[in-house]
T-cell receptor, first 114, second 114 residues
Framework: EAGVTQSPTHLIKTRGQQVTLRCSPI?????VYWYQQALGLGLQFLLW???????NRGNFPPRFSGRQFPNYSSELNVNALELEDSALYLC?????????????FGPGTRLTVL | AQTVTQSQPEMSVQEAETVTLSCTYD???????LFWYKQPPSRQMILVIR????KQQNATENRFSVNFQKAAKSFSLKISDSQLGDAAMYFC???????????WGLGTSLAVNP
């Protein structure tokens, strides 16, 4: 069974630019989560999508947005990049039928903002 | 507010020995789930073990076991017969209710010495 995949692996952008990160969940999983893992700050919850809808959002500015497609894959968009957006962005998926919400993670996208 | 605290930023253990990683959390919920995730240098986040709060029995997965003390809001991870491949960042995480987002500790970096 294929795991969660993310693309690209690495990205280098400059301040003010926009970036799109992509995630494909495990087959059968309808929920996709995005987390930001900045150095020294641990993982911070960004967004949760399920069945194409945004279900929950973390404490991030509106320039962080995303969407989920009918095939349950997801994009995370970050506009007007700032230096502090440099981080590892992790995507996870889960099967909503499980009450314990075990999340399976992808390898992440390393974003560097110069 | 729900929080997760890992008080040990770094730990080390000799190969074949046992090590315990600490985690405490704060919540007013009665029904929730706790997780330990492992993130090796390759950065793929992997679930190590899961505990349902309504279960009194401590979860066990091969060499990994937890000591879940609900009243004390403590959830420690014990790794027995430590192996070189256990070297990684270990994160404690919490999830409750329909929220679905995971709340994370800052992690403990575990080194395994040969």
């Amino acid at each position: 069974e294929a795991g969660v995949t993310q693309s690209p692996t690495h990205l280098i952008k400059t301040r003010g630019q926009q970036v799109t990160l992509r995630c494909s969940p495990i087959s059968g999983h309808t929920s996709v989560y995005w987390y930001q893992q900045a150095l020294g700050l641990g993982l911070q919850f960004l967004l949760w999508y399920d069945e194409g809808e945004e279900r929950n959002r973390g404490n991030f500015p509106p320039r962080f947005s995303g969407r989920q497609f009918p095939n349950y894959s997801s994009e995370l968009n970050v506009n007007a990049l700032e230096l502090e957006d440099s981080a590892l962005y992790l995507c996870a998926s889960s099967y909503r039928g499980h009450s314990y919400n075990e999340q399976f993670f992808g390898p992440g996208t390393r974003l560097t903002v110069l | 507010a729900q929080t997760v605290t890992q008080s040990q930023p770094e730990m080390s253990v000799q190969e074949a020995e046992t090590v315990t990683l600490s985690c405490t959390y704060d919540t007013s919920e009665s029904d929730y789930y706790l997780f330990w995730y492992k993130q090796p240098p390759s950065r793929q986040m992997i679930l190590v073990i899961r505990q349902e709060a309504y279960k009194q029995q401590n979860a066990t997965e091969n060499r990994f076991s937890v000591n879940f003390q609900k009243a004390a809001k403590s959830f420690s991870l014990k790794i027995s017969d430590s192996q070189l491949g256990d070297a990684a960042m270990y994160f404690c995480a919490y999830n409750a209710g329909n929220n679905r987002k995971l709340i994370w500790g800052l992690g403990t970096s575990l080194a395994v010495n040969p």
